[in-house]
């Protein structure tokens, strides 16, 4: 079968590289999150222009998170690009928007900071469908720490509660079925080969 694939044989340097990549990746994502929380704590302004400064970089980790899988698989996955570049694409534009409406002094600093922050807790959570688990949990991350600081005002203590449990559960729980997740081509073969070989034996 010529698309069959010894799971022995993979690159066993580029998959490691990878792994710790992502973690480093998803650590520092949850952290930036966490800061923009302390900065909302301190002026609304400073919030917003931080909010408004970090979505670039956001996505360059997620282009860079898609960008190590495919290293760690030996397969291109443009298809997988093409779907980062719709939402952060669309994100960016959403982002520009609230940024022309505070500078037409239509919404507050407070209400312009919310607006993006809420505006990538969608698009990391969206984000989540190509990239894994990881991304769905810093989209929830970004999601409670919105509502906590709508409903309660901010609340520090309670944002440092939730960052601890969500970055062990992206240490500990890297493969689940909780959320769907767009598969390369190579993952099914890889399944289906591995399948294939515990029926065997």
């Given at each position: 079968?010529?698309?069959?694939?010894?799971?022995?044989?993979?690159?066993?340097?580029?998959?490691?590289?990878?792994?710790?990549?992502n973690?480093?990746?998803?650590?520092?994502?949850?952290?930036?999150?966490?800061?923009?929380?302390?900065?909302?704590?301190?002026t609304?302004?400073?919030?917003?222009?931080y909010?408004?400064?970090i979505?670039?970089v956001?996505?360059?980790?997620?282009?860079?998170?898609?960008?190590?899988?495919?290293?760690?698989?030996?397969?291109?996955?443009?298809?997988?690009?093409?779907?980062?570049l719709?939402?952060?694409?669309?994100?960016m534009?959403?982002?520009?928007?609230?940024?022309l409406?505070?500078?037409?002094?239509?919404?507050?600093?407070w209400?312009?900071?919310?607006?993006?922050?809420i505006?990538?807790?969608?698009?990391?959570?969206?984000?989540g469908?190509?990239?894994?688990?990881?991304?769905?949990?810093v989209?929830?991350?970004?999601?409670?720490?919105?509502?906590?600081?709508?409903?309660?005002?901010?609340?520090f203590g309670?944002?440092l509660?939730?960052?601890?449990?969500l970055?062990?559960?992206g240490?500990?729980?890297?493969?689940?079925?909780?959320?769907?997740?767009?598969?390369?081509?190579r993952?099914?073969?890889?399944?289906?080969?591995?399948?294939?070989d515990?029926?065997?034996?």
């Amino acid at each position: 079968m010529k698309d069959k694939i010894d799971p022995h044989h993979w690159n066993m340097d580029k998959t490691l590289r990878y792994i710790y990549i992502n973690e480093v990746i998803f650590v520092t994502l949850i952290l930036l999150c966490f800061l923009g929380e302390i900065l909302a704590e301190v002026t609304d302004r400073m919030a917003f222009f931080y909010w408004f400064c970090i979505t670039p970089v956001f996505f360059y980790c997620s282009l860079l998170s898609e960008k190590a899988k495919a290293i760690s698989i030996g397969v291109k996955t443009e298809h997988l690009m093409r779907y980062e570049l719709y939402y952060w694409g669309s994100a960016m534009i959403a982002v520009m928007l609230v940024f022309l409406m505070w500078h037409a002094e239509s919404i507050s600093p407070w209400a312009a900071s919310m607006s993006i922050h809420i505006i990538l807790a969608h698009t990391m959570f969206l984000s989540g469908i190509v990239l894994g688990v990881h991304y769905y949990l810093v989209g929830m991350f970004l999601f409670l720490t919105a509502a906590l600081s709508i409903i309660m005002g901010g609340a520090f203590g309670l944002d440092l509660v939730l960052m601890l449990p969500l970055i062990w559960l992206g240490f500990y729980v890297e493969k689940t079925y909780l959320f769907p997740t767009l598969k390369r081509r190579r993952d099914f073969i890889y399944e289906v080969n591995e399948q294939h070989d515990k029926e065997s034996t």
